[in-house]
């Protein structure tokens, strides 16, 4: 699995720069540089296949019921995108070798760094939508992690939630809009749904799908109007600059508007939506990059204004439009992160990032200005330069589309306006940062050249901006080749990549936009005073207003309904339920059905009305609480027995085995407070009570007079006819649990062991007083430990132990299983507790709950993995039977080991919960009463 190899290198070396930091930064880097030049190496050693069109598809089934494999892709465009952020990303981490000081924590920033790579990696290698939806919103959490890397910074925690809250909001929308598309497909496999694109757009649900996905879109790719966050998004690290804006994160958008170009594009919904936003992200950014003063803030919105160009490619719905997208793509990556490099080395070498102060630096750093200067000019789109090919291209493509009718001639006016705001805010980079007279008040002078390796980063980038301008058909023709099959799904339209198409439209187009450019940068006196004139709007304090609004919206929301009385939310949940009962059964002509009630026999009823007494006394006497608890307890044994009369053997057993545990939790809980509870409510309120408990009762019973006595079908039949073939099991709940919703178990394991840790976190160092005395001003027995208790529990114990083991072997074929073989055990070893002591019982059972449980989530879940080595789905048991001398005939099956699971976890949380209720009194010595 070579494609997840590339993927996973990243993520397992994580811990090599923690490791490693103590050797020294150069060791750090190192460490942080072997897993994605490694990565590096393995994708390219697919180059000839993926620039031979070839597209490789690895695919490991895990939930395929739930259309979600662990399935990657590589073709031309994942290629590209892969190249991009391990090649960009091994040099930022050499250059971030020398940006970061002493005082900063390398081993963590590397960390961070590669955990977004590897998410990078794994959103533009996926086969399937929903994993791909999985590594998306992890590139969100980790550029979260990246932005606010300096967390002693307020703008870089208000940067970094800013980006978190509308990159994750997004997400949500494109999760709704994948999850719309995999419906109208039916798979979520791209192979399919790139195939499955006339199906997509006829649909019904196609603009809403589009809409959800390009929210999802433009909300990562800082599109307007949603680009606020990218420029606040600069309070990080230069590096991570360089490595999420111009290469990475924000492009994650655009590529996923490359990918999904092939099922989604070809309609008016597309035309009008992506290119209509790309223009005007395109002409807004360019506009507002010219008015920056701050260094990284200029490239900031310069990003915005490229990324606008690229999705108004897109959205002309051209194949030559989506060439010449892709073609921006490369450029724009090496360009800007070669300058936002030279940004850094500035703000590094200088102490600011203000271009009012940052002047006449070709004298004191000519290396570093002649870098940044050719990397500008590249970004203005000046001949002979790699953004000049590109944009050159694109104003070929707005020429050539008729979308608009009669105003189509405004797109590619509108492009040559943006050409030449990108022409003014490139002179604006070059000449006032390197010339423009002397540096004004620096913090660090005199300025001078950073460090000789700080530099190869941006002179390697340089030098492809060069090659590329001057020799594209020698260096980037067959990876955009690749790149554009992979885009348009194998068919290339014929396009050049010569430097000279002869004297034309397109160039005019580019020659009006750089003598444009320099003519606004010349007049820049005049257009700064009209700009300080416009009202001022600060996209944090509006995002803080907006923000606030929605707190304010959700604490009122919260105090009309969680006021803190358990009646009020029993009350609206009865309701609601009540209303939806009633709206259920008002169609029916007639209650009841065809179909006849079961004749009750003697001892049924009799239990019924056990059942009914014992719940009407727990009500009279729920103020007494260690009564109502005893009679509970009557309902809970009553409710095992009517699964035992009604063939339900494991409910039976399971019910009986939680009524054990959750008595003795109660009783434990009830040690610390009052016997009696004070009457609290009003005539009025217990009113309301009775009203809502007797319809709610009585709609519950019509509602289930209805079902009875209507036919329906049910897919028990199924596993009851597969549970033996496919399960290996003749106990069919046991099968059930453990085989064929093997993956709900493993949740629930999972919750329950989460639970008992955080009970246990609750209980840790909580102290209560402890009760000398009972309601009746009665002294407590001062013999803590009952000799009867004593001796009794002693020979419980391995008895129900044995029992318990009993239940767990037997539990695929007969009543029992995993779960509730881990309560019996569980029961036994709190009983030591309770008739020993807090201090004699650990003292014998020297065991980390937290361990056991945990031990028992990880062996459920190596179960899982290991089907994956036999390429089959996750959580896919295997059964054989085997024959031993004087033994005979017996069966293995693998959902045993996973059974060993669950019952770990539930030995290891539910003692976790019940034998931490022993430490929070505040007398010591009382520990060993409980």
């Given at each position: 699995m070579a494609l997840a190899l590339i993927i996973a290198l990243p993520f397992l070396g994580i811990c090599l720069p923690l490791l490693f930091a103590?050797?020294?930064?150069?060791?750090?880097?190192?460490?942080?540089?072997?897993?994605?030049?490694?990565?590096?190496?393995?994708?390219?050693?697919?180059?000839?296949?993926?620039?031979?069109?070839?597209?490789?598809?690895?695919?490991?089934?895990?939930?395929?019921?739930?259309?979600?494999?662990?399935?990657?892709?590589?073709?031309?465009?994942?290629?590209?995108?892969?190249?991009?952020?391990?090649?960009?990303?091994?040099?930022?981490?050499?250059?971030?070798?020398?940006?970061?000081?002493?005082?900063?924590?390398?081993?963590?920033?590397?960390?961070?760094?590669?955990?977004?790579?590897?998410?990078?990696?794994?959103?533009?290698?996926?086969?399937?939508?929903?994993?791909?939806?999985?590594?998306?919103?992890?590139?969100?959490?980790?550029?979260?992690?990246?932005?606010?890397?300096?967390?002693?910074?307020?703008?870089?925690?208000?940067?970094?939630r800013m980006a978190l809250a509308v990159t994750g909001g997004g997400g949500l929308a494109l999760l709704a809009g994948l999850l719309l598309i995999g419906h109208i497909v039916g798979s979520y496999e791209l192979t399919t749904v790139l195939a499955s694109g006339d199906l997509i757009r006829a649909h019904t649900l196609y603009p809403l799908a589009l809409i959800l996905v390009l929210l999802g879109v433009f909300t990562k790719s800082a599109q307007f109007p949603f680009h606020f966050w990218l420029p606040q998004a600069m309070a990080a690290p230069t590096p991570v600059s360089a490595f999420l804006h111009s290469a990475t994160m924000v492009k994650a958008g655009v590529f996923l508007l490359a990918r999904l170009y092939p099922a989604l594009s070809d309609s008016e919904w597309w035309?009008?939506?992506?290119?209509?936003?790309?223009?005007?992200?395109?002409?807004?950014?360019?506009?507002?990059?010219?008015?920056?003063?701050?260094?990284?803030?200029?490239?900031?919105?310069?990003?915005?204004?490229?990324?606008?160009?690229?999705?108004?490619?897109?959205?002309?719905?051209?194949?030559?439009?989506?060439?010449?997208?892709?073609?921006?793509?490369?450029?724009?990556?090496?360009?800007?992160?070669?300058?936002?490099?030279?940004?850094?080395?500035?703000?590094?070498?200088?102490?600011?990032?203000?271009?009012?102060?940052?002047n006449g630096l070709m004298k004191y750093m000519p290396h570093t200005a002649v870098l940044a200067m050719i990397a500008s000019l590249a970004m203005a789109g000046v001949p002979l330069l790699n953004g000049f090919l590109s944009k050159e291209m694109?104003?070929?493509?707005?020429?050539?589309?008729?979308?608009?009718?009669?105003?189509?001639?405004?797109?590619?006016?509108?492009a040559t306006l943006a050409g030449a705001f990108a022409v003014a805010y490139s002179l604006r980079f070059v000449h006032d940062v390197f010339f423009n007279g002397e540096p004004i008040d620096l913090p660090k002078y005199p300025p001078h050249e950073p460090a000789r390796y700080m530099k190869i980063p941006v002179e390697i980038l340089v030098l492809l901006c060069l090659m590329v301008g001057m020799v594209p058909a020698y260096t980037v023709a067959p990876l955009l080749g690749a790149a554009v099959s992979g885009t348009l799904n194998g068919t290339v339209p014929e396009y050049s990549l010569s430097i000279w198409h002869g004297f034309n439209l397109p160039l005019l187009m580019s020659f009006v936009a750089l003598v444009g450019g320099v003519l606004i940068y010349a007049l820049r006196k005049w257009i700064f005073q009209w700009y300080e004139g416009l009202p001022r709007v600060d996209s944090l304090e509006v995002f803080r207003r907006v923000i606030s609004e929605i707190t304010k919206g959700a604490r009122w929301m919260t105090?009309?309904?969680?006021?803190?009385?358990?009646?009020?939310?029993?009350?609206?949940?009865?309701?609601?339920?009540?209303?939806?009962?009633?709206?259920?059964?008002?169609?029916?002509?007639?209650?009841?059905?065809?179909?006849?009630?079961?004749?009750?026999?003697?001892?049924?009823?009799?239990?019924?009305?056990?059942?009914?007494?014992?719940?009407?006394?727990?009500?009279?006497?729920?103020?007494r609480r260690l009564v109502a608890l005893v009679i509970l307890s009557v309902v809970g044994m009553l409710v095992a027995l009517a699964f035992a009369r009604f063939s339900a053997p494991d409910l039976a057993l399971t019910q009986l085995s939680v009524e054990v545990v959750t008595i003795i939790l109660l009783i434990l809980t009830l040690y610390f407070v009052p016997d009696r509870t004070p009457a609290e409510s009003s005539s009025l309120r217990a009113l309301r009570d009775l009203v809502l408990a007797g319809g709610f009762g009585t709609m519950i019973a019509m509602l289930t007079y209805a079902v009875l006595t209507r036919p329906y079908n049910s897919i028990a039949s199924f596993f009851l006819e597969n549970s033996v073939s496919g399960g290996g099991g003749t106990n069919v709940v046991n099968v059930i649990l453990v085989d064929f919703r093997g993956f709900d178990t493993f949740g629930e394991i999972s919750v329950l062991a989460i639970a008992g840790i955080g009970i246990y976190g609750l209980l840790f160092g909580l102290h209560l007083p402890y009760p000398r005395r009972d309601y009746g001003g009665r002294l407590w027995s001062?013999?803590?430990?009952?000799?009867?208790?004593?001796?009794?529990?002693?020979?419980?114990?391995?008895?129900?132990?044995?029992?318990?083991?009993?239940?767990?072997?037997?539990?695929?074929?007969?009543?029992g299983g995993g779960f509730i073989a881990g309560l019996i055990t569980a029961v036994a070893?709190?009983?030591?507790?309770?008739?020993?002591?807090?201090?004699?019982?650990?003292?014998?059972?020297?065991?980390?709950?937290?361990?056991?449980?945990?031990?028992?989530?990880l062996i459920a879940g190596l179960t899982g993995i290991g089907s994956w080595l036999f390429g089959y789905?996750?959580?896919?048991?295997?059964?054989?039977?085997?024959?031993?001398?004087?033994?005979?005939?017996?069966?293995?099956?693998?959902?045993?080991?996973?059974?060993?699971?669950?019952?770990?976890?539930?030995?290891g949380a539910t003692l976790l919960i019940l034998s931490n209720m022993g430490h929070v009194s505040q007398d010591e010595s009382c520990k060993e009463i409980l």
């Open positions: 103590r050797l020294g930064r150069s060791a750090c880097a190192f460490a942080a540089g072997l897993g994605p030049l490694a990565a590096l190496i393995l994708l390219m050693s697919k180059r000839e296949a993926v620039f031979a069109g070839e597209v490789e598809v690895q695919m490991l089934p895990w939930l395929p019921e739930l259309g979600l494999n662990l399935s990657l892709r590589l073709d031309g465009l994942g290629f590209l995108f892969a190249l991009l952020i391990l090649g960009i990303g091994l040099l930022v981490i050499l250059y971030a070798r020398y940006y970061l000081s002493k005082k900063d924590p390398m081993g963590r920033f590397y960390g961070f760094f590669l955990l977004f790579m590897g998410a990078m990696l794994g959103v533009v290698l996926s086969e399937n939508l929903l994993l791909m939806m999985m590594f998306w919103e992890l590139t969100s959490l980790s550029s979260f992690l990246l932005i606010g890397f300096w967390n002693h910074r307020s703008d870089a925690r208000q940067g970094a035309f009008y939506l992506v290119s209509m936003t790309g223009l005007a992200t395109l002409l807004f950014g360019a506009v507002m990059a010219l008015f920056q003063h701050d260094l990284k803030g200029l490239l900031a919105y310069s990003t915005i204004s490229h990324l606008g160009l690229i999705t108004l490619l897109f959205g002309l719905d051209s194949r030559l439009a989506a060439v010449a997208a892709i073609f921006h793509i490369i450029n724009h990556a090496t360009f800007k992160a070669s300058l936002f490099m030279a940004a850094g080395i500035i703000d590094h070498e200088t102490g600011i990032r203000d271009m009012r102060r940052i694109f104003f070929a493509e707005t020429l050539d589309q008729h979308l608009l009718g009669s105003f189509y001639w405004t797109i590619p006016a509108l105090e009309r309904l969680d006021n803190g009385s358990l009646q009020r939310y029993l009350a609206l949940v009865l309701f609601s339920s009540l209303v939806l009962v009633v709206y259920a059964l008002a169609p029916l002509q007639a209650l009841g059905g065809k179909v006849a009630l079961t004749t009750p026999d003697v001892f049924t009823v009799f239990g019924m009305l056990i059942l009914c007494l014992a719940s009407v006394l727990t009500v009279l006497f729920h103020r001062t013999d803590s430990h009952p000799m009867v208790l004593d001796v009794l529990s002693r020979t419980v114990l391995p008895m129900a132990l044995l029992i318990s083991v009993f239940i767990f072997l037997r539990g695929h074929n007969m009543p070893l709190i009983l030591q507790y309770i008739s020993h002591g807090v201090t004699w019982a650990e003292q014998r059972q020297p065991f980390s709950y937290h361990g056991i449980a945990g031990l028992g989530v789905p996750f959580l896919t048991s295997a059964f054989d039977h085997f024959h031993l001398p004087f033994i005979g005939e017996f069966e293995l099956a693998t959902a045993m080991l996973f059974d060993l699971g669950v019952y770990l976890t539930v030995v």
